[in-house]
Structure formats: C-alpha cells, structure tokens
C-alpha cells in the first residue's frame, strides 16, 4: 500500500515539475502578450499614429493614382476621337462602346454572350485543374510510370496546344464540347508538372512518419499530400484561369456563334470595331473580377492554415 | 528472454557506382524496459540500423525478432520519434496526436481517454485546439512523443530527437521525453552521435564502428543515484569518466 502511494507520490511530483515548467513558458507568453498590448495602447500616441497615417495615405494615393490613370485614358481616347485627332472607325470610342453595349444589352443578346464565355472558360480551368491533379496523383503513385511519361509530358507542355484545335473541333464537333476541351488541353499539363512538383518536394521523412503508421497510399494522400498541397492547387487554378482565357478565345474564334471571342471576330469580319472594343473591355473585367476571386480563395485558405 | 534481439544484420546500399556496405554483422539484446543509446561517427549507418530495426527496410541479411518472433509480425509494436516533429501544421494538436489512431482505424471512446490522459499528464491539454506553429519546440517534440504513444507502442525508436533543437531546450525536452518514456515504463532505443546525450539518457550504450558498421562495444551505464534526471547526471561525477570513455571508443572507431 505504502509502495503504491510512493510510486502516485513520485509520479504526482513529476506532473507537477512538468505543469510547472509548462505554466513558466504560459506566463512568459502572457507577459509578452500583455506587454504587446500596452505597447500598443500607449505608443498609438504621437509616433506611432503618424506611421499608421503615413501607410493610410500612401495606400489611398496609389488606389486614386490607379483610378486617374484609367480616368485621364478613357478621357483622351474620347476627346482624341471627337475631335478627329485618330479615326473612330479604326479606333472607336468611348461614347460608342457604351452604344454599342447599349443596343446589343436592348436586343438581349448581351448577357448570353458573356455568360457563354464565362461558363466554357469555368468550365476549363475547373476541369483542367481537376484532371490535372487526377493525373498528377496517378504519376506520383506510380514513379516508374511517372519515369517513363516523363518526356511525352515535356513535349506536350512545350507543344502550343492552339496547335491541336483544329484537330479537337474534327474530333469533338463544331460547338461548345469543342472550345471546353481547348480550354482545358492549354491548361492540364502545366497543371500536372507544377502538381507533381509540389508532391514530390514534400519531405521523405514525413513519408516515412506515415509508414510507421502503415499508412495506405490513399491515406497518405489524405492525411498529408492534398492538405499539404492546397497552395499548389491554388496556384495552379490561378495560372489555370488565364490560360483558360486564351482558349476559350481561341476556341470561339474557330467555331463559335456565341461568347465575346464570337463577337471579336465577327466584328472584325464586319468592319464593326466598337463591338470588338466593347468585347475587349467586358472580357477584361471579366478576367480580373475571376482573378481576384481566386486571390480571395487563396487569401482565405492561407490565412486558415496559420 | 531478451525483448529485442539484433541477429547478424547486415546492410548493403546500391547504387550505379558500385555496392557501399553499412552495415556488417551487428548483434547486440535489448531487454524490456531498458534504454539503450547506439552511438557512432556520423554516417556510419546508425539510422539505417533504426530503420531495418523497424521493419521499413530489409536487411540485406540476418533478422530482427521480437520476442523470439519475425519483428514485421510485430510492427504495432514499434514506435518512432524522428529528428525533426513532423507535426503537420494544418492541423492542431489534437488532431495531430490522434493521426496514427486515425489512420489504423482505432479512434475510439477508449483511445481518445488515453490521448487525453497524456495529454494532461505531459502539460499539453489546454493546447489541444492550437496549431503547432503556437508552440514552443519543447512542446512540439512532445506532442511528437504523445503521437506516437497514442498507439500504444512496447519499444520506441528514436532518430536523434533532440538534434533539432537548440542547447538549452536540447537539454530541457531531454528530460521531458526520458521523464515521459519512464513513467510509461516503455523500451528506448535511441540513435545519436552526441556522446553526452547518450550518457545522460540511457543504460547502456552501444558503440558502432565507422563503415561498414559492426558493435564496437557495449558500455552499461550505471550512476549512483538511479533517480537522477538526465540533466543532473551530467553533473554528477561519474559523468567525465563514462564521457572519456566513449570518446576513445569513438576516436578509435573513426581511424
């Protein structure tokens, strides 16, 4: 009975020598903590609030400096065409992309076009960035198939895959499955490469940490090569975004009646620059609206994984 | 019987340059309970040793047995703790420590007790929902320990867990994981080359050769006082005697 109290006694006492060492290191974070706030809520003062001003006001400078710049652009480009100076017809104008816009919106066709073309190019970098991935998890399970893949790959990724167009619309038929699979073909090997890469930088002992656990392959993705990984993937669907772009551009270009690469070329074929101007603008918004999605995502999940 | 029996292991690395040797003949007994240290110049195939003992290599000859029986019958057994923590950042704690249970699929109500016991008794429940980039190093090597104590392991592997950190909590996590592997009356092998570690931390002390590797010898480890923490048997003064000791059978070992 002694001996057992002896041995809860002895092992009471190393709890406490260890709770004790724990409490040090939680009070010395306390103190830092607390040490930070003071700082704050006292140095906000003179110096400090004229530091914060000073990166307020630049910040605020370079947003209205962007603004002007587009501002003074649209501004030139319009008197530069009302007064003569370039020709309107080569060159269109403001007032006439804004007309232009306004008699495509009244006959309804506006919002089909652009919903067209976003939905082919969301389509292919969704797409392309999945079966990338796909095949990237194959190649890495497999290294000696990933070996011997290894110099079709790089031959594909150098090949301009606008090069196989015509090829895909024989194949696939003159329509939207077409300009998807273009979309997607740009940007699945870069996808592979760059999602290959990232798999096999991860570190070999915490490889070895899962086979210790006699992880299978699955698990190993699961528990460690996808979450590690997210970055990667959202790098890619970044760069995926605007190859899909060009695609979706190209592949209109080729076969479409419909979408903003539709519009560009029949503009062009019709003498109408306005309407192809007008695309231009609307596919440039467009772009960086779905950029700056992705960046959101890429924000989020960065900020989520500290 | 011995827990652990190392029988004529031998170990050879290929590669298109030719046949490197590591390992040559090693033996050496491992009894329950004991925690034994292998020492030996740098590259000589410590951690190959570590990890043929753990069944994640093949020997190129000899075998290991677990109590008398092929050691990849009896994998569950093993545990192992590497050089760095490895805890994954993106999870937390809990999370972290509970990975190999999920991963064999014993993620259970009584599992879940355990992991929370350890938790508590090693000073780290209250950090169970933080990620480990909001730790100490000392912590994290402990959550490290507590992962793989989760799956109840006989025998602990250990790759030079301490050569991470910095000095003083080199010194501190020391104590902190004998302290942990003591109270849960497990097996320990370690693998290190700092001869002062291997000193303070085990009883017996087993001394490779340079390559290819064989036991050069096995030196029992005994202070005065058994309760001392490793920290204090660095002071003791039995300390410089073993200290010289092992640094000849190391100098010899390098020629």
Redesign the interface.
Known sequence: MSKKHEIHFL?KQ??D???R??DH??EKIKVNKEYQKVELEDKVSKEHEIYLKKVKSTKRRIVITRILILAIFIALWQIAASLKWIDPFLTSSPTRVIKSFISLYEDGSLFKHIGITCYETILGFSLGTILGVLIAVILWSCPFVSKILDPYIVVLNALPKVALAPIIIFWIGNGMPAIIVIALLISVITTVISVLTGFNEI?K??I????????SKI?ILR??IF??S?PIFISALKINVGLSWVGVIMGEFLVAKNGLGFLIVYGGQVAQLDMVMMSIVILATIAFIMYEMVAFTENKFVKD?? | MSLLKISDVSMNYHSIKGETQALNNVNFEVNNGEFISILGPSGCGKSTLLNIMNGLLEPSSGYILYKGEDIKKNLDKIGYMFQKDHLFEWNTVWENVTLGLKIKKQLNNESKERVNELLDTYGLLRFKAHYPSELSGGMRQRVALIRTLALKPEILFLDEPFSALDYQSRLLVCDDVYNIIKTEKKTAIMVTHDIAEAISISQKVIVLTKRPSNVKVEISIDFENDDLTPFQKRKSPQFSGYFNRLWKELDQSNE
């Open positions: 092992k190393k709890e020598n260890i709770n060492k724990n290191v939680i570190d002992e915490k070895m940490l899962m086979n210790t656990f006699r992880a698990q528990y460690l979450p590690y997210i994984k500290n």
